[in-house]
């Protein structure tokens, strides 16, 4: 672990979004925070005999006695704040000026801007907050859909924390036994049930993919389900896409390769956004714009939850298998549907199978279907998301300890020596107080904060 030493100084910002309003808050917070307050703020009581959690009417005045506003200032003394430091609150008037004079008149005092995150940070350091609900405050932040809200507001509360040291608790403990083994190397001795390890290690295997498949699931919820639709040239896919948006959007020809670059949109379906890729043709070309564009669409590809390859029916129900296996087994972790085209131009053929829609893109025959089959897929992939993951730090640690602990297993199961299990399940404890931030570095903490605005 890397000690960061907390700073002494007392730092302020704007914590509410600049611009027109009817009010800010300014937070202060650090040992000067309620006497630097108190020196610029008059009313009835003076903030530094202010009990902890009272708001307090009055006016802040520069040093030449000039009023700047009329503010109510709230008092949160140590260690009950968010920092865990002294805090006072300045709510004042909203816009572009009566802020910034507030806090032009604290740093007159003493008081120095913060810089991004430093409030959440001081509330780590100060042991308000593990770096798992860290890192839920800037998901609670930048949040636009409300499940996406409750993942975060879980993770705030510290239900995923709890299963992290209780699984760390639980391998300490293995380990402890494992390496008393050590000491009786000479006579061969085994104080850890071989079969019990074995099963105790498999349980926090499955629980962890458990939680590594749930990250899928609530980065849906959090940015949209990833939809590309891909296919032959003239096959159809931008009016699907126009289709599916129930809007004319993407430019529709008769003349093969008219989409060049792609095109994003975005649809509410059940719980969650759909945002929608409408690429170029897939065809061999000649034309230098063509060939970038058919390479832009498969970079989107790599970024999509479900892929639509669009079949023309006009040229066979099987015309585009070929394609859509060759996507395949390029993308094997995403979600594959073929999506039969032009039933409005042929005699009605059924679907092959689940993966599999028949539609009209021009008529609208069928749209309901597939916009049905992209709602069950929304509603199975964030169907048990309690405890889900909400980011990619946490789910690279998960992967971590899930190979670490796979490997101990590998051990048990050859009948290595205590000190080669214990070597891995030591190891795995290690991450996962890294994960909630008992162990970490300066350079994590930088990475964390960087997501956060100056008055968080």
């Not at 005699?347 to 309901?368: F, H, K, Y």
Request: contains cysteine.
């Amino acid at each position: 672990m890397c000690v960061e030493q907390l700073r002494t100084d007392t730092i302020c910002a704007l914590s509410t979004p600049p611009g027109i309003g009817g009010l800010a808050v300014v937070r202060l917070s650090g040992p000067q925070a309620i006497a630097i307050a108190d020196a610029c703020f008059r009313g009835k009581n003076q903030l530094l005999e202010a009990r902890t959690h009272t708001i307090h009417y009055g006016q802040i005045v520069r040093a030449d006695g000039s009023t700047v506003d009329h503010v109510t200032a709230a008092v949160f003394r140590a260690p009950h704040s968010y920092t865990g430091e002294d805090v006072v609150e300045i709510t004042c008037h909203g816009g572009y000026v009566m802020y910034r004079l507030v806090i032009e008149t604290l740093l007159e005092h003493g008081a120095r801007i913060a810089e991004a995150g430093e409030f959440t940070r001081r509330a780590f350091l100060n042991g308000k907050m593990d770096l798992m609900q860290v890192e839920s405050v800037a998901d609670i932040i930048h949040n636009q859909v409300v499940a996406a809200q409750e993942l975060a507001i879980k993770q705030l509360g510290g239900s995923f924390t709890q299963w992290v040291r209780t699984i760390r608790d639980d391998l300490e403990r293995v380990a402890a036994v494992v390496e008393v083994e050590l000491d009786f190397a000479h006579e061969d001795l085994e104080f850890a049930d071989r079969d019990e390890l074995r099963r105790r290690l498999n349980a926090i295997v499955e629980d962890c993919r458990r939680f590594i498949r749930s990250y899928t699931g609530a980065e849906i919820l959090r940015h949209g389900l990833r939809v590309g639709i891909v296919g032959f040239p003239n096959a159809g896919k931008s009016s699907l896409f126009n289709a599916l948006l129930g809007r004319q959007r993407a430019i529709v020809s008769p003349q093969p390769g008219t989409t060049r670059d792609y095109i994003e949109e975005a649809l509410a379906i059940g719980r969650a956004l759909v945002r929608l890729y409408d690429t170029a043709g897939f065809r061999d070309s000649d034309d230098a714009i063509e060939v970038e564009g058919i390479a832009l669409a498969r970079s989107i590809l790599e970024q999509c939850n479900v892929v639509l390859v669009v079949n023309d029916l006009t040229e066979g129900q099987n015309h585009s298998d070929g394609l859509a296996a060759s996507l395949r087994a390029e993308f094997p972790t995403i979600k594959h549907m073929l999506v039969q085209n032009k039933c409005d131009c042929v005699c009605a053929v059924p679907p092959r199978s689940e993966n599999e829609v028949v539609l009209s893109a021009r008529t609208g025959q069928g749209i309901s279907t597939l916009v049905g089959q992209l709602q069950q897929y929304i509603e199975e992939s964030t169907a048990e998301l309690d405890r889900a993951l909400i980011n990619e730090r946490h789910v690279a640690a998960l992967r971590i300890i899930e190979q670490h602990l796979v490997s101990a297993i590998a051990a048990v199961d050859a009948r290595l020596p205590g000190e080669c299990i214990a070597l891995d399940i030591r190891t795995a404890v290690e991450e996962l107080s890294t994960l909630i931030g008992e162990r970490w570095t300066n350079d994590l903490l930088d990475r964390i904060f960087a997501q956060f605005c100056i008055g968080k």
